[in-house]
């Protein structure tokens, strides 16, 4: 028989494709008028989203774009300086050049000054004249990419204007900053809304669109096994955590008006907050769900100055420094528009406390920074630990807790941390993960995070876009920081290094509270530090999970000569010095270099002290989870041995020259006592 012909085939797939669009149909009918259409957000932003749009089918064929701003610009040279733009800014495997024709034919561009009531009336012809062309229904989307500061003379001219009339609907996504505090927050939400309603306003937070943000809800209220679990009798504490590795870079102007708190926490952090802690909602209805946002942030207790200073820490990066001292990187007083005294936080650690009854007493932890040592966006669920371990051969005090972490970016997963049992005669624990990644189950473009907020605004779906209560229920919660910033100055700044952790202060907030940053390892962090450098990848994902982070202050010691230790520190910033017996420092260490490796092989006392010289940020792993790793890894203990008889040329006793697999005292000797093998078999058997 023969097979199916082309023509057959092409009929079978767009069957495929229609099903397809009665999942996700396209984006509605519009004219979108892009307010700022000369600037960085639509060039890297917006139009990149639009492109991803028509690349997926997603982006209506009765669309048109009319861009406008100050910049005396032709359509024609618009649409030149896009298709130049959208080579460097699309975010796709390949470029579709055929795609981005037929949809830069659809943008046109109108100058203007956007005080000027005349503008939006030229704006407001030019619209009605695409609308018949495109046969868009009426229906408008309005893109406030400008600063805030014309946010509402926007919205008045377009009432003024008569936009207002005729059919078809008219939404207004307006770009964050929404306000600069609490006060100007809630004057800005009654400006737009004595002349429009609340649901032709779509304030956008572009967390809100990215897919691992938004599978919170998934996740959360679509399996039955965690929502149990979500509350103060089964969680012990939770942590946001944003690391930029960017600096200020160009945009010290706003930023320096801004810093941390405003830019990062009010704003992006607070919506991962409420999606992680609010109530279930009733339905998946817009406002079912920002209702229960809107609650959760409203239990979120609003602090004293007293409670401020002492829940909230803040930082401002320094320049990096190399070997000599020079600088290699500017710090942010140093930025360009910066003010050189400038008191503008950019980096910000939180505790707060949620006063409900599903959270009350469980410390939710909330940090973000700028020029940090890697970009990762985490949010870690720690749970409590077992209550009792009836494993005699496990010491208690090692078992740690299940961690549950939401991997948002640039990673996009999730991952849960348990125990399992490490193969062997006898039952030792180790801890493990379990892991979901969206890149290894999806096949999905990377997306800028803007497509599905002009896709859904298109569809008059709001879930993804801010109310007003909500805006200013976060600038209540941040309004007596602010308050008790501007009020104490830091005379401390800069207090942390460009690429480092952040401020040791940080450290200091969830240490007091016997808590510490689950810092998540990269795999670019191994890369520095040597001994891990050629570490197979099974070594590294176990390695990976029993780290523990520290930091020390200049001049801390860290490790004291006579202590005995149970711990090897890896150095990941900073420098520290040895000193041994006569006090003159035998050796200094920097980034990349590990000490205390002794600890891991011997019980002995530590023969050498060592002390930060500068700010250090550490990686500590514990003898126990060593000793694990060990059963499976023996290659790792011979490299650690190495360089430990190199270092100090130590005798060993006779049981630790035994071959580690037959080394009978293992199997006998207490926990405490068993010394970890040095030797490979073949050396072993030399000796
Ligand atoms: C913006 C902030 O809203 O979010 C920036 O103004 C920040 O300062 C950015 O860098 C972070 O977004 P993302 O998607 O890169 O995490």
């Known amino acids: 028989m023969e097979g199916p012909s082309m023509f057959e085939k092409n009929q079978a797939l767009s069957v495929i494709q229609l099903d397809f669009q009665g999942i996700n149909p396209p984006s509605e009918p519009c004219v979108m008028l892009i307010f700022g259409a000369s600037g960085d957000l639509t060039r890297r932003l917006l139009v990149p989203a639009l492109y991803n749009l028509a690349c997926d089918r997603l982006l209506n064929d009765n669309f048109a774009v009319l861009g406008t701003a100050q910049d005396p610009l032709t359509t024609e040279q618009f649409r ?9 800014f699309h975010t796709r495997e390949t470029f579709d050049q055929a795609v981005w024709e037929r949809l830069v034919k659809r943008f046109h561009y109108l100058p203007g000054d956007l005080n000027e009531l005349s503008v939006f009336l030229q704006l407001k ?7 018949a062309r495109f ?14 500061r014309f946010f509402g003379k926007i919205c008045d001219n377009l009432d003024d204007s008569g936009f207002k009339e005729g059919s078809g609907w008219k939404h207004i996504i307006v770009e964050k900053p929404f306000g600069t505090d609490l006060n100007s927050a809630i004057e800005l939400n009654k400006e737009i809304l004595s002349r429009w309603d609340e649901d032709h306003i779509y304030r956008v937070d572009h967390y809100l669109g990215k897919e691992t943000v938004q ?18 009798h089964y969680i012990d504490n ?34 991962m907050l409420a999606y992680l802690c609010m109530e279930t909602p009733v339905s998946l209805d817009p406002d079912d769900i920002r209702d229960e946002k809107a609650k959760l942030l409203q239990s979120v207790r609003i602090y004293t100055p007293e409670e401020a200073a002492r829940y909230v820490v803040r930082g401002q990066y320094g320049p990096q420094l190399d070997d000599k001292g020079n600088v290699v990187k500017p710090g942010y007083r140093q930025e360009k528009n910066v003010d050189p005294q400038s008191n503008t936080e ?92 969206y890149g290894e189950t999806f096949k999905a473009s990377r997306y800028t995070g803007y497509e599905i907020m002009v896709y859904s605004c298109t569809h008059g779906d709001a879930t993804l876009f801010s109310r007003g209560d909500l805006v200013e229920a976060g600038w209540r919660i941040a309004q007596p920081i602010i308050d008790h910033w501007a009020m104490t100055p830091a005379p401390e700044f800069p207090n942390y290094e460009r690429g480092s952790w952040g401020p040791k202060h940080a450290t200091d907030l969830v240490q007091s509270e016997n808590r510490q ?5 990269t795999e670019e962090l191994f890369k520095r530090v040597a001994i891990f450098k050629d570490g197979s990848s099974l070594l590294l994902s176990q390695i990976r999970i029993t780290l523990r982070a520290k930091q020390a202050a200049a001049d801390d010691i860290i490790v004291k000569r006579g202590d005995i230790g149970r711990e090897m520190y890896l150095l990941v910033r900073g420098e520290v010095e040895v000193t041994e017996d006569d006090s003159s420092v035998a050796k200094t260490l920097k980034a990349g270099d590990f000490f205390g490796e002794i600890a891991l092989l011997l019980l002995t006392p530590r023969s050498a002290t060592v002390r930060a010289r500068t700010d250090c940020d550490l990686l500590v792993l514990d003898k126990s989870d ?16 190495k360089v430990a008889r190199e270092r100090y040329h130590f005798g060993l006793c006779k049981t630790s020259l035994l071959g580690y697999k037959e080394c009978k005292n293992r199997l006998t000797m207490s926990p405490e006592m068993r010394p970890a093998c040095l030797w490979t078999e073949s050396e072993c058997a030399k000796n």
């Open 215 to 232: 599978n919170l809800l998934a996740f959360r209220f679509s399996n039955g096994i965690f929502e149990p679990l979500w509350n103060k």
């Open 346 to 437: 950019t980096y910000a650690a939180t505790r707060i406390h949620i006063d409900n009854w599903r959270w009350e007493g469980v410390p939710i932890y909330l940090r973000s920074g700028k020029a940090l040592w890697k970009r990762g966006t985490e949010i870690v669920v720690e749970f409590k630990k077992a209550a009792s371990a009836p494993f005699c051969t496990t010491n208690r005090r090692q078992l740690g807790s299940n961690r549950l972490i939401f991997h948002i970016q640039p990673h996009q997963g999730i991952e849960i941390h348990f125990y399992a049992k490490a193969p062997g005669p006898r039952l030792q624990l180790q801890p493990v993960n379990m892991s979901f990644g």
């Open 517 to 521: 940053w689950h810092e998540l390892v």
């Open 626 to 641: 060593f000793d694990r790793i060990l059963c499976e890894h023996p290659e790792f203990a011979q490299g650690v041995a």
């Open 80 to 88: 030149e300086r896009l298709s130049n733009d959208i080579e460097q």
């Open 125 to 131: 012809a030019e619209v009605a004249k695409l609308d």
């Open 135 to 148: 046969q868009t229904q009426g229906n408008v989307l309005f893109y406030l990419a400008t600063a805030p």
């Open 238 to 271: 939770i942590q946001f955590n944003v690391a930029e590795a960017v600096a200020v870079e160009e945009r010290g102007e706003y930023y320096d008006r801004s810093g941390v708190l405003r830019d990062m926490i009010q704003s992006h952090m607070f919506q």
